[in-house]
């Protein structure tokens, strides 16, 4: 069974500062990988998606890299703002199932 | 533009009261998911349908049952509610499940549910 995790629980930084959060999946055997954000009391919203045939991804400020023979994505996130304040959660979708593996989150605090 | 939505925002039942969740969609997506999500936690598959065939994960309770009547619309129904079925519970959907590697899922804002 595809157990992903994601660490650390909880992050705070001032603005302006890099953010990088990490996810790893105990199964390589991945169709994709995706990053979401929720905001508190909300839906999640798709920030990126990583085909497993690609190493990264890049969407604006936000850049994902994925390594699957090592079972690792990691999101960077450049020039943080007080915006980016939020719980950003990786999923990863095994193939030719049809559903997603779900990360518990790393919440994200930006001070201003 | 609203692409998954769900009905209503916040339900507050009472132990062992049936409660029906809603989503609709105007994506015309295949795909429909229902998750339970606790607090601080990844969220939980509870069920999904592909167009009509509907798939229940080995661990959802039989307290939950899910219909679709048509493609834009799924529910969830809860028979009796226990306090630990308080969670938000999220609709998404999928234009055909993840059969094309670049396909992802949209996610309606959730309902949250209170047991009293």
């Known amino acids: 069974k595809q157990e992903v995790t994601q660490i650390p629980a909880a992050l705070s930084v001032p603005e302006g500062e890099n953010l990088v959060l990490n996810c790893s999946f105990t199964d390589s055997a991945i169709y994709n990988l995706q990053w979401f954000r929720q905001d508190p009391g909300k839906g999640l919203t798709s920030l990126l998606l990583i085909q497993s045939s690609q190493r990264e991804q890049t969407s604006g400020r936000l850049n994902a890299s994925l390594d699957k023979s090592s079972g690792r994505s990691t999101l960077y996130i450049a020039a943080s703002q007080p915006g980016d304040s939020a719980t950003y959660l990786c999923?990863?979708?095994?193939?030719?199932?049809?559903?997603?593996?779900f990360g518990a989150g790393t919440t994200v605090t930006v001070r201003a | 533009d609203a692409m998954v939505i769900q009905n209503p925002r916040y339900q507050v039942t009472q132990f062992g009261k049936p409660v029906t969740l809603s989503c609709s969609q105007t994506?015309?997506?295949?795909?429909m998911y229902w998750y339970q999500q606790k607090s601080s936690q990844a969220p939980k598959l509870l069920f999904h349908?592909?167009?009509?065939?509907?798939?229940n994960e080995a661990d959802t309770p039989d307290n939950f049952q899910s219909r679709r009547p048509n493609t834009s619309f799924c529910f969830l129904d809860i028979r009796s509610p226990g306090l630990g079925d308080a969670a938000m519970y999220l609709c998404?959907?999928?234009?055909?499940?993840?059969?094309?590697?670049?396909?992802?899922?949209?996610f309606g804002p959730g309902t949250r549910l209170t047991v009293l």
């Open positions: 999923a990863v979708n095994e193939r030719y199932d049809y559903k997603l593996s």
């Open positions: 994506l015309n997506h295949n795909v």
């Open positions: 998404a959907t999928s234009r055909d499940g993840g059969s094309s590697s670049t396909d992802t899922q949209y």
């Open positions: 349908y592909y167009d009509k065939d509907f798939n």
